[in-house]
């Protein structure tokens, strides 16, 4: 085996996470071993200017020479060490290491020599491999995840002297396991059996326990590594969803960065859910370093995990999550490369973030708008992301720059600095967190809200009426139920109406809630009508109920309601007034100019990076011919932009940092206009006034 003497190995610098800003994984088939070409990953590491690695090192497969019993090693490793070769190529181009295990399931000799590890359904019995036979399933409340794998971490870290450890699928089996240690467990702290299925009776406990249970285990895992190397870690994949799944008290004490598993889109999903996990973590840990995992195959249900996905849906994926935040790392599944159609775009994307990063790096992303993230793990209702999608979509094409701000981290002091919430359908909030929604709009924030947001309460329970009914000057007449061929009409002259020139009525939605209000309306429903025969497709009745619902607070603030699916109806349908609606609600409820906007043609995603005395404007450039199918075949070239920035000075220095040329800018009234004449897939626009 390798030792530290060998590697020369250093004691790691506690800045690493920071420094470590382009990340390459390899992660090894079994097989690997027998023909993997370590020179031709050393070169792509060099090439992309990649600075940290993630190599595969243990857990259901060794890919070195371990001396641990059950410690499966690859067949194919003979007396090599793929592992240990690679750890010190990466060392000696200068690069931060990290070994990544997956503890998940177990081989057929492990299981039948500790069955106490393995997952177990209702009935005691072992969790066969889904996906291939022969192979069994962990649970991460017993012996296997809390010792074994914890010796086989100390082992890695006190071998190679890595920088970290990343564990994928560390939680073991995803569903409840009925585990003798994992039933004693829960009785023991809660006094309850297991809940029967998801959702059954204790399954607010069951949500509640697991997730304390895995922040043990992850600060178990962080103490073993650390005790070896102070300055290493332990960080787990905490896969799409950010930090959800652990207990925030015990996972931001250890957690050092956190590494999105969102590796590329899945069907038709939109271009820009990439930055979309930037701003999903930085709403939990707004301050944590966080790396997007982009595959260079494609993500669909059908796993075709050894392939490789349009070159320019794969540079997109990376430039769109690193501008807004979430930092480029590319996986390689199988260390063989038949199709290398991935390379160039990966080399190409890193590239542009090295390229930007001097600049980039000091900065803060910064927004007026904030959109409410709602948690989702364990809810006891079940739900999608429609809402989320429409809303986002909405404010992408209205070219509003806006971050998330989770329901888990919500408080007066952190809305504070956003001018308007969006909430796209928080249904489930507590009596604690519409009040403090309730202070933030005492305060002179303003809240766009829609469709059945604080109609439960965190329990699921629905209410008699909207937990933040007083805010957005609305009570509760009808719950909501379906409806078809619905149409809302503009009844009041407002800046709402802006738009809409030419018609005095829009599509309305497909699920609409009656209410009633005393506050300005500018769009009521038109009562049902038929939508066949179509002889019989005519209005009835005039407008009655409300639709659309303004208010203008004493504190400053504004508050837009809309009693129907407003959201999840553009993202289904996108109807161009659904989305002009959105745009135009959370225009008004800001009630200002923004700091920042960006002026032109095309989809672009926009984020905002801020220092004390300069801000960058980032634009990604979505535009392609298939932008709302998802795949990406070709970004078309931008036509020109216009950006106008609020500055102190009238002599602000500005350049374009990706085509690497300094331009005039425009200063009237304390607005800095600049206009980029036109962009590839990324364009940063540098305003700089500390020299002014």
Known sequence: MHTEHENQV??????????????????????DPA??????????????????????????????????EYHYRSKFLGDTDPFGTLVDGARSLGMSVMARVDPHAIHADAAAAHPEWLARDRDGNPIEHWAYPGVWLTCAFTPY??????????????????????????????????????????????????????????WPEYVAWRRRRLGDLVGIWDQAVRDLRPHARFVPNLGALAARDLARDLA???????????????????????????????????????????????????????????????????????????????????????????????????????????????????????????????????????????????LVEARVPFEFVSDQA??????????????????QLSD???????????GGGSLVAAY??????????????????????????EASRPAQNNYIAMTDAHPLNAGFEGTTRIIGGTHIIGVESDAVTPFRFIPDFPDLPMEEVYQREAPDKPAVICTENAQGGRTVYFPFDLGAIFWEALQSDHGRLIGNAVSWALGKTPEVTVD?????????????????????????????????????????QTVSIAVPTDRPKVRLLVAGVDLEPEVVDGRAEIVIPTAGLLEVVHVDWSQA
């Open 10 to 31: 250093v004691d790691s610098d506690p800045d690493w996470p920071l420094a470590a800003t382009r990340w390459a994984q390899i992660t090894l088939a079994e097989d």
């Open 35 to 68: 023909h993997f070409d370590a020179d031709f990953w050393l070169r792509l590491m060099r090439d992309s200017k990649a600075n940290a690695t993630c190599i595969s090192a243990g857990g259901y497969v060794a890919y070195y020479p371990t001396q641990i």
């Open 145 to 202: 995840h809390r010792d074994f794998v914890t010796e086989v971490i100390r082992e890695i870290v006190r071998e190679y002297g890595v920088d970290a450890v990343f564990a994928n699928r560390w939680e073991g089996y995803y569903g409840i396991s009925y585990s003798e240690d994992a039933r004693r467990s829960f009785r023991d702290e809660t006094g309850l059996e297991l809940p029967a299925e998801e959702h059954a009776e204790g």
């Open 252 to 394: 931001e004490p250890v957690a050092p960065l956190f590494i999105i598993d969102k590796q590329g889109r899945h069907g038709i999903e939109a271009p820009w859910a990439a930055g979309r996990n930037g701003k999903r973590n930085r709403g939990v840990f707004p301050d944590r370093p966080v790396r997007l995992i982009t595959s260079v195959g494609p993500e669909h249900k059908y796993r075709w995990k050894d392939s490789v996905a349009p070159p320019e849906e794969t540079k997109t994926w990376i430039v769109d999550g690193f501008a807004q935040g979430a930092l480029p790392w590319f996986t390689k599944f199988n260390a063989s490369v038949p199709d290398q159609r991935w390379v160039q775009p990966v080399v190409e994307a890193f590239n542009l973030h090295a390229s930007v990063e001097p600049v980039l790096k000091d900065l803060r992303i910064t927004a007026e708008v904030a959109l409410l993230d709602p948690t989702r793990t364990g809810q006891l209702r079940g739900g999608d992301n429609d809402h989320e999608d429409g809303f986002y979509h909405a």
């Open 410 to 427: 919500m408080t007066v002091e952190r809305l504070s600095g956003f001018k308007v919430v969006v909430l796209a359908n928080a249904e």
């Open 432 to 442: 604690e967190q519409c009040a403090i929604l309730r202070s933030y709009v005492d």
């Open 452 to 477: 059945q947001s604080s109609l439960y309460d965190e329990n699921g329970n629905q209410r008699t009426d909207f937990g933040l009914g007083d805010v957005l000057g609305v009570r509760l007449t």
């Open 600 to 640: 032109g043609a095309g989809l672009v995603d926009v984020a905002v990076h801020r220092g004390e005395n300069e801000v960058a404007v980032a634009l990604v450039n979505l535009t392609n011919p298939m932008a709302m199918r998802g795949a990406i075949r070709e970004t078309l070239p931008l036509p020109p």
